[in-house]
């Protein structure tokens, strides 16, 4: 059992389908743990009004991956 966890979806105009992060997290606290780093990293790269999705697209999902 397990969550998968996925980011970067969006909808409106320019959908997005969320990337699977590569890892299954095992219960609810390491999934907080997990989102609360996928927004840590997106404080830390996204530019003013820009939306998680479209970090991603411009620096990677390895970049994601890598610094989580």
Same mark, same amino acid.
Request: a positive charge; glycine letters at 14%; one cysteine or more.
């Given at each position: 059992?397990?969550?998968? &966890?996925?980011? @970067? @979806?969006?909808?409106?105009?320019?959908?997005?389908?969320?990337?699977?992060?590569?890892?299954? &997290?095992?219960?609810?606290?390491?999934?907080?743990?997990?989102?609360?780093? &996928?927004?840590?990293?997106?404080?830390?790269?996204?530019?003013?009004?820009?939306?998680? @999705?479209?970090?991603?697209?411009?620096?990677?999902?390895?970049?994601?991956?890598?610094?989580?």
């Amino acid at each position: 059992g397990g969550f998968a &966890v996925f980011a @970067g @979806g969006m909808a409106g105009k320019t959908p997005r389908c969320g990337d699977k992060l590569p890892e299954t &997290v095992k219960n609810k606290r390491e999934l907080y743990k997990k989102i609360k780093a &996928v927004l840590d990293w997106y404080v830390k790269n996204g530019k003013p009004k820009e939306r998680l @999705g479209t970090t991603i697209e411009r620096l990677g999902i390895g970049s994601l991956i890598r610094d989580i």
